[in-house]
């Protein structure tokens, strides 16, 4: 049986067909300007499952552990479409003409995988390819290297009338969720960032870490208010009852729905006030910051020389990121009209950074049983013919590979159910390996005529660029008009 992880190597006459097909349907290559939407289904709604610094092998290792085998993984029982994507970023190279940086060689990346440590994107400039459909440079939040104000996906959500929310297991306004729901010329900015994606961006869920008044322990302490928008933005988000006008620098922001009825924020912070999303009749919009500053549990201490997942406790009172994915469904899904959710692993990068083999797994585990969640939730509430889920990273990180060097691709060895198996960081950071895409749903069949790149060890690929694209066309160019301000 073949294994869900590796994308299966597409044969020489399927890219025939996918490139035929893609230069019948579009006739350029490229962004597909005359695409007829009627080749595939719109969906109401469209759910982006991003693990941050995700790659093959996070992936790969997380089933060994798991079950010892990744052959029944759930995206093969499932039966989704399985492509590569590349991530590398745009970059100012020579002056005023930006070009790409190297981009993605496939075959000299397939001879020398070192070389696979040059020329990655950061989270921030991957969010916004992944969230506008555009290439940008490392550091930019939802900025073009022009310096122009990309449209993102909350912008093509709220502008068709659908919802539109953002979960994550780091803070709301780091690199990935200020992607997809602010503009700045520094991922660094985050008192900003946070500022616009709470009082700008008309998102009905925001949920992540964050919190200013907790450690990444969970313990009490008074820490930076950047990531929720600054104090003053927090005191009078706390405020009872909930204010729906927000004073900031003498600057009056009203928080209104489409119908200019007062839409105030209802902030949510202990576990079971996430619980209770899940009941009947939730909130119509949600700001949930657990009580932790950095991650939910990934920067917690390390319980002396633990390095097992899960052998230092987790803290207690935290929601995972799978409970925070099943609220969020339950808040969005009472718009008739559909919604687009956005869910971020965040600190799988955390881990990657660090080199813990552990950590990263407990991160992976919560994410797929997010996705396990969503997946339910679509086959339960609603149906793969209106709801279209991806699930991706928006780059490697840690160039995780077998033992034996980085001069080929050495596969790490599955060492059994409950065990870590045996595999070798090589790299602190990212890198601009293709990292695995699963699609199923309304409009999947677009993101395979994107992919008509193909790689030797992975298959057919597509560029991070082409899920903001495929979205934007599904959802037939809805008027933008004063979208991004
Ligand atoms: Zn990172």
Avoid at 11 to 19: A, G, H, Q, V, Y
Avoid at 229 to 255: C, F, R
Avoid at 306 to 326: A, C, G, N, Q
Avoid at 347 to 376: C, P, T, Y
Wanted: some cysteine.
């Amino acid at each position: 049986m073949r294994s869900c992880i590796r994308t299966p190597i597409v044969n020489n006459i399927s890219m025939k067909i996918f490139t035929l097909l893609f230069l019948i349907v579009l006739s350029t290559k490229g962004f597909p300007q005359h695409f007829d939407s009627k080749v595939a289904e719109s969906p109401k709604n469209i759910i982006l499952m991003i693990g941050d610094g995700m790659g093959y092998n996070h992936l790969l290792a997380t089933y060994y552990y798991l079950y010892g085998t990744a052959d029944s993984c759930v995206f093969s029982k499932h039966d989704f479409t399985n492509l590569a994507q590349a991530t590398y970023p745009a970059q100012l190279v020579g002056g005023e003409i930006p070009t790409w940086s190297q981009g993605y060689n496939t075959g000299k990346n397939h001879k020398n995988p070192a070389n696979l440590l040059k020329g990655a994107t950061c989270s921030g400039s991957a969010a916004t390819a992944l969230a506008t459909g555009k290439k940008t440079y490392n550091g930019s939040i939802g900025i073009g290297i022009f310096g122009d104000t990309l449209v993102n996906l909350v912008h093509a959500a709220k502008a068709s009338g659908r919802s539109a929310g953002i979960v994550t297991s780091v803070q709301i306004s780091h690199a990935t969720p200020a992607g997809f729901a602010a503009h700045n010329k520094s991922r660094s900015n985050y008192e900003n960032i946070a500022q616009q994606m709470i009082l700008k961006a008309s998102l009905d869920v925001l949920m992540g870490a964050g919190h200013p008044h907790y450690d990444n322990n969970g313990q009490a302490k008074n820490m930076s208010y950047r990531f929720v928008g600054g104090k003053e933005l927090w005191s009078q988000l706390k405020s009872n009852p909930a204010p729906h006008i927000i004073y900031l620098d003498d600057h009056k922001t009203k928080l209104l729905n489409k119908k200019g009825q007062p839409n105030p924020w209802l902030i949510i912070e202990d576990s079971t006030a996430f619980a209770m999303l899940l009941e009947d009749n939730p909130p119509q919009r949600v700001l949930g910051i657990p009580k932790v500053h950095g991650t939910l549990q990934q920067a917690r201490s390390v319980n002396k020389k633990s390095t097992m997942p899960f052998e230092t406790p987790y803290i207690s009172d935290i929601p995972s990121l799978d409970l925070m994915t099943r609220g969020a469904l339950n808040v969005l899904q009472q718009n008739a009209n559909g919604f687009f959710l956005m869910i971020e692993g965040g600190a799988i990068d955390w881990a990657g950074h660090s080199n813990q083999s552990d950590r990263m797994i407990e991160e992976m585990i919560d994410f797929l049983e997010s996705v396990k969640s969503v997946i339910e939730w679509v086959e339960d509430y609603s149906s793969w013919d209106e709801t279209l889920l991806i699930v991706t990273s928006d780059h490697e990180c840690g160039f995780l590979w077998g033992e034996g060097g980085i001069t080929a691709h050495f596969p790490i060895v599955n060492m059994g159910k409950g065990h870590i198996p045996k595999m070798q960081w090589y790299s602190t950071n990212h890198t601009n390996a293709l990292v695995p895409l699963f699609a199923k749903g309304a409009g999947q069949e677009l993101l395979e005529l994107f992919a008509d790149n193909y790689d030797p060890q992975h298959g057919a690929f597509l560029q991070n660029t082409n899920i903001a694209q495929t979205v934007f066309l599904l959802w037939c160019k809805p008027d933008y008009s004063g979208a991004a301000k």
